[in-house]
């Protein structure tokens, strides 16, 4: 059974970081495409970056330079490194695994990936 347990948010100031983690369990690692999404109240899941089996990253426009996604096969945990962070990142944050490869906009689609984790809150406020 694929287990997918965020860890990480809290409350920042803007401009501050954050570490978000995604510890997994019950599938063979690396799995081919795992995910963070983030929900804002009010508004849509909207898909944040993606890494694949294979080491590609994708990235959204509006993070893109700023979030850093990276794993650690040893650890079987994914991480999404937040910097200079803006009260619009305010969401909730929720990291998803499917088992197939997800390239460009595709990774972008909650639609597409069958497990999730229970979310993490990030708040950025000064």
């Known amino acids: 059974q694929v287990q997918l347990v965020e860890s990480g948010g809290g409350l920042v100031q803007p401009g501050g970081s954050l570490r978000l983690s995604c510890a997994t369990s019950?599938?063979?690692?690396?799995?081919?495409?795992i995910g963070w999404f983030r929900q804002a109240p009010g508004k849509e899941r909207e898909g944040v970056s993606c890494i694949i089996s294979d080491r590609s990253t994708y990235y959204a426009n509006s993070v893109k330079g700023r979030f850093t996604i990276s794993r650690d096969n040893a650890e079987n945990t994914v991480y999404l490194q937040m910097n200079s962070l803006e009260p619009e990142d305010t969401a909730v944050y929720y990291c998803a695994a499917v088992a197939a490869r997800l390239y460009d906009s595709n990774c972008y689609r909650p639609y597409l990936f069958g497990s999730w984790g229970q979310g993490t809150q990030v708040t950025v406020s000064s």
């Open positions: 019950g599938f063979t690692w690396p799995y081919n495409t």
